[in-house]
């Protein structure tokens, strides 16, 4: 499930540009801020219920925040993956790059599993938008990422 349709028409049109700013000259924090600054979150979004009830509610506050880290994190992942191909390496380890207050099991299990990193590449290029087949990140606020395994 992705959290871009959260955003504005206006935030839709220069997500690509601000991500890319992100990558290269700040951080997701900074990547955050922008999304608030220029009003660029949706304030509210439509639901469906199983009843087929649709509904009106606010967008959480933290919205923001969870596209921001979520993706920052995608494409890092993506960067280390592709530099570890380039330099030899085989795999990543997946640790908990941020603390969370409430860790679901399945993001404690993930920890310390290794991934071949073009099989970690390619799931994360083609999952975009919704559940990677490899579970990682094994959804928003995880605060799980990966790290190099040295030969």
């Given at each position: 499930?992705?959290?871009a349709r959260r955003l504005t028409e206006?935030?839709?049109?220069?997500?690509?540009?601000?991500?890319?700013e992100a990558f290269l000259k700040y951080d997701d924090n900074w990547l955050k801020s922008q999304l608030f600054s220029r009003g660029l979150?949706?304030?509210?979004?439509?639901?469906?219920?199983?009843?087929?009830?649709?509904?009106?509610?606010?967008?959480?506050i933290r919205a923001a925040e969870t596209l921001a880290e979520?993706?920052?994190n995608r494409y890092y992942m993506r960067g280390l993956c592709r530099y570890m191909i380039e330099t030899g390496?085989?795999?990543?380890?997946?640790?908990?790059?941020?603390n969370v207050e409430n860790p679901r099991l399945g993001s404690?299990?993930?920890i310390e599993?290794?991934?071949?990193?073009?099989?970690?590449?390619n799931d994360l290029r083609i999952s975009q938008g919704i559940e990677p087949a490899l579970g990682l990140p094994p959804g928003?606020?995880?605060?799980?990422?990966?790290?190099?395994?040295?030969?």
């Amino acid at each position: 499930m992705t959290h871009a349709r959260r955003l504005t028409e206006e935030g839709a049109r220069l997500w690509p540009d601000l991500l890319r700013e992100a990558f290269l000259k700040y951080d997701d924090n900074w990547l955050k801020s922008q999304l608030f600054s220029r009003g660029l979150m949706r304030a509210s979004e439509y639901r469906r219920s199983r009843r087929s009830i649709i509904t009106a509610s606010r967008v959480s506050i933290r919205a923001a925040e969870t596209l921001a880290e979520g993706e920052f994190n995608r494409y890092y992942m993506r960067g280390l993956c592709r530099y570890m191909i380039e330099t030899g390496g085989t795999e990543v380890e997946v640790y908990r790059g941020k603390n969370v207050e409430n860790p679901r099991l399945g993001s404690v299990a993930m920890i310390e599993r290794r991934l071949l990193v073009q099989d970690l590449l390619n799931d994360l290029r083609i999952s975009q938008g919704i559940e990677p087949a490899l579970g990682l990140p094994p959804g928003p606020n995880s605060g799980l990422t990966v790290r190099r395994v040295e030969p």
